[in-house]
């Protein structure tokens, strides 16, 4: 029903009064469906409420829910015969007319005519803990969750199977949690020496010969965990460097499950071995690799190699313990 009154081209809520654009399948105040006055619209989402109860998509859904691999993501689009897979995630923005801009975009819009009331930059999908999670960018028509309207830029985990819906066109997420998710966050790489002081760290010598080892080992590590249990590897993604009163903090997007790792037996192992080669007053490097030999025996115990893993990630996971076991650095914390 429309609303002379409000501009012939608005759609009127008769439940909550509330004045919607004419692209609008729901009011975007109560949600309540809208009568459009447009009859290929409402045949369009008629056969799309069909798509998502018919026998064929939940064989489908089945399918690739049993077959898709951990930390990867399925978007099943209302008028797309096929799902889109993507093996790895960083951030999934949908929206209508992507544009090359180096970002990992999906032009959702093409796939039914229902695409016309998407934004340009519609909604984005992102790695959570355990699975991932998504918010609306803005968009001029709305994202709604199962149901929910989104608060612009508030992030809300998401479920396997969860509907959402961009303006008027519907999205189902697929995907198998697992705690080898990344997730953006913020870690403060400083010196273990407590008494050593640098002042103005961002220069070219701490930055190749110290940040960039530890960078690197930390991400061949991440690559190893996702390999033990048979998953696809993946890089550490590095959004800013800042320098800090007391180090180095690094907004990244890695495995959360690094840094309890290290913690649990890298750290105990450096000060073990630091305090055993300064009682016996010998040079570290005559205990450095047999060290090194046990303490890659225990990592490797901890992440419970798969049988399919290849059989070079001993060798890979100990050169990356050896660089961070004469690394000056450690991370203290996380935000």
């Keep these: 029903m429309s609303n002379a009154a409000n501009g012939k081209d608005d759609l009127f809520c008769i439940y909550c009064q509330h004045t919607n654009s004419r692209q609008a399948a729901h009011c975007q105040h109560c949600g309540a469906r809208l009568v459009t006055q447009d009859p290929l619209v409402e045949k369009e989402l008629t056969k799309q409420d069909h798509t998502w109860t018919s026998g064929a998509y939940k064989a489908l859904f089945d399918k690739t829910n049993s077959t898709l691999a951990d930390g990867s993501l399925a978007l099943f689009i209302s ?11 960083r951030n999934v923005i949908l929206g209508r007319d992507a544009a090359n801009t180096g970002e990992q975009m999906v032009d ?5 005519p229902l695409g016309h009331s998407v934004s340009r930059r519609h909604a984005v999908i992102v790695p959570d803990a355990g699975g991932f999670a998504c918010s609306d960018l803005g968009s001029t028509n709305g994202t ?8 612009p830029g508030k992030t809300h985990p998401l479920q396997n199977g969860d509907q959402m819906r961009l303006g008027l066109l519907t999205v189902m997420v697929c995907f198998k949690a697992t705690c080898t998710a990344v997730k953006r966050m913020t870690i403060l790489v400083k010196t273990r020496n407590t008494l050593e002081h640098h002042s103005h760290l961002l220069r070219p010598p701490y930055l190749l010969l110290q940040l960039s080892p530890f960078l690197q080992a930390l991400n061949e590590l991440q ?20 320098e800090k009163v007391n180090g180095v903090a690094v907004n990244l997007e890695m495995n959360p499950q690094v840094v309890p790792l290290l913690r649990q037996h890298l750290s105990p192992w450096r000060d073990q071995y630091t305090e055993f080669t300064s009682r016996k007053r010998k040079h570290p490097t005559a205990f450095l690799e047999p060290a090194i030999a046990q303490l890659t025996d225990k990592v490797m115990a901890a992440l419970a190699v798969s049988k399919s893993a290849n059989p070079n990630l001993r060798e890979r996971l100990e050169a990356a313990l050896s660089i961070l076991a004469v690394s000056p650095l450690e991370i203290s914390r996380t935000e």
């Design 144 to 151: 709604w969750l199962n149901g929910r309207l989104l608060e």
């Design 223 to 242: 690559e190893i965990m996702a390999l033990a249990k048979g998953q696809s590897a993946r890089d550490i993604f590095i959004y800013e460097i800042h």
């Design 108 to 112: 959702i819009s093409q796939f039914s």
């Design 79 to 89: 008028g797309c015969a096929e799902p889109l897979i993507f093996p790895f995630v």
